[in-house]
C-alpha cells in the first residue's frame, strides 16, 4: 500500500533493499478492490453532491456540513484511491517531482478534511442539543466557522507532505515516490504524529460530544414525560428530526472508526515492529479498508434521507415544496428545543 498517510511508509535505504518482484496475484486483487471502490465512492459522492448543489438555496446547516463531506471524500476518492490504483497497475510512481508532491499532499489533505468535517459536524450537533439558546441565535450559513476551520486544518496540517517527499531514484534508472525521514527515529515520529492529529484526538474530541449528546437527550426526555402537557406532546414530537440527525452523525462517526483503525493499527505496528508482515494480504486487505469510509459516508446520508432508490436515480427530481420543507422544519425544530428548554428551566425554579 503505497499512498494514504504516507505511501510505504519507508525510507529510500529500505526502497533499496526492496527491489525484488512483487506478488502479482496480491497487486491484482488490490486492483480489483480499489476500482470497485473507486467507482463506488466517485459515483455516490459525485451524485449526492450534485443533489446538495441543485439545491443550495434550501440547504439546512446540517446539509451543509454534508456537503462538504462529500467534498472531502471525493478528494480523498481521486488523489488517495486513484493514484494508488494507478500505483498498483504500473508498479511505480510516473511523473515528474511536483506530481509527486502534489499527490501526497492532497491524499493527506483529504484525511484531515473527513475527519475534522466529522468533528465539527458533531460539535455542531453538540451545541444544537446541548445549548439551543447558541443554536437559536445562529444563522445557518453555507460557509460558515466550522467548515472553514475543518479546510484551513486540512490545508495547513498536510504541508509537511510537500517536504517529506518526493522522487527519488531507488535503484539505477528506476525512480519512484519516496519519503526520506531521520533515522532511526524520523519515521515512527511522523507516522505516531499523525494517527495522532488524524484519528486520536478527533475520535476522543467526538466521543466527549457524543456522550453529552446522549446525557442531554436522556434528561430532557424524562423532562419531557414527567412535565410536558397533552397539549406540547406535538411541540415535543417536533424534535425528533434533530434527534435523526444525531443518530446520522453516530452512525457516520462508527463508520469512521470501523474503516479507518484497521488502517491505523497496521500503520503503527509497520513502524514499530521491524518484524511486521507488511507485504502480507492481510495487512492490504487491512489498509484497503480505509477507503470504504469514503463509499459508507454518502450511504447512511441517503439512507437516513429515508430515499436512497429515488435520490441515486433522479437525483434533482424533487419538488420545490418538499425542498423547502426540511429547513423550515430544522427552525421549527430549533424553536422547540428553545421551547423546552425554557419550559424545563422555569419548572425546575
Known amino acids: 500500500m503505497r499512498c494514504c498517510v504516507n505511501g510505504t ?9 526492496e527491489i525484488d518482484p512483487r506478488d502479482e496475484y496480491l497487486a491484482r486483487v488490490e486492483i480489483a478492490l480499489l476500482s470497485l471502490i473507486f467507482v463506488t ?8 453532491l450534485l443533489v446538495l448543489w441543485r439545491r443550495r438555496k434550501q440547504l439546512s446547516r446540517m446539509r451543509v456540513f454534508v456537503f462538504h463531506l462529500c467534498v472531502a471524500d471525493l478528494v480523498v476518492t481521486f488523489f488517495q484511491v486513484c493514484p494508488q490504483l494507478m500505483w498498483d497497475i504500473t508498479d511505480r510512481f510516473v511523473g515528474p517531482d511536483v506530481l509527486c508532491r502534489l499527490v501526497k499532499y492532497l491524499q493527506v489533505v483529504g484525511m484531515f478534511a473527513s475527519t475534522y ?6 460539535v455542531d450537533r453538540y451545541q444544537a442539543i446541548c445549548k439551543p439558546m447558541v443554536t437559536f441565535q445562529r444563522r445557518a450559513a453555507r460557509w460558515n466557522g466550522p467548515v472553514c476551520s475543518a479546510w484551513c486544518v486540512s490545508f495547513i496540517g498536510s504541508l509537511p507532505q510537500i517536504f517529506i517527499f518526493s522522487r527519488v531514484e531507488v535503484a539505477p534508472g528506476v525512480y519512484d515516490c519516496w519519503g526520506e525521514f531521520v533515522q532511526p527515529w524520523g519515521l515512527k515520529a511522523y507516522v505516531t504524529w499523525t494517527t495522532l492529529v488524524i484519528f486520536v484526538l478527533p475520535i476522543f474530541t467526538v466521543i466527549c460530544c457524543q456522550v453529552r449528546i446522549c446525557r442531554t437527550v436522556h434528561i430532557n426526555f424524562h423532562t419531557k414525560m414527567h412535565h410536558m402537557t397533552s397539549r406540547a406532546s406535538s411541540v415535543a414530537g417536533m424534535s425528533k428530526a434533530r434527534v435523526k440527525t444525531v443518530k446520522m452523525t453516530v452512525v457516520i462517526v462508527l463508520a469512521y472508526v470501523l474503516c479507518w483503525t484497521p488502517f491505523f493499527t497496521v500503520q503503527l505496528w509497520s513502524v514499530w515492529d521491524a518484524q511486521a508482515p507488511t507485504h502480507t494480504a492481510t495487512f492490504t486487505i487491512l489498509m484497503l479498508l480505509s477507503s470504504l469510509n469514503s463509499c459508507a459516508n454518502p450511504c447512511i446520508y441517503l439512507l437516513f434521507s429515508g430515499t436512497l432508490p429515488k435520490r441515486l436515480l433522479t437525483l434533482v427530481c424533487v419538488s420545490q ?17 428553545l421551547y423546552i428548554s425554557l419550559k424545563s428551566l422555569s419548572e425546575t425554579r
Open 41 to 48: 465512492a466517485g459515483v455516490l459522492n459525485a451524485g449526492l
Open 321 to 337: 415544496a418538499h425542498e423547502n420543507k426540511e429547513p423550515i422544519q430544522e427552525e421549527a425544530t430549533m424553536v422547540s428545543s
Open 117 to 122: 468535517m466529522i468533528v465539527v459536524m458533531t
Open 9 to 17: 511508509n519507508q525510507t529510500l535505504e529500505r526502497a533499496l533493499a
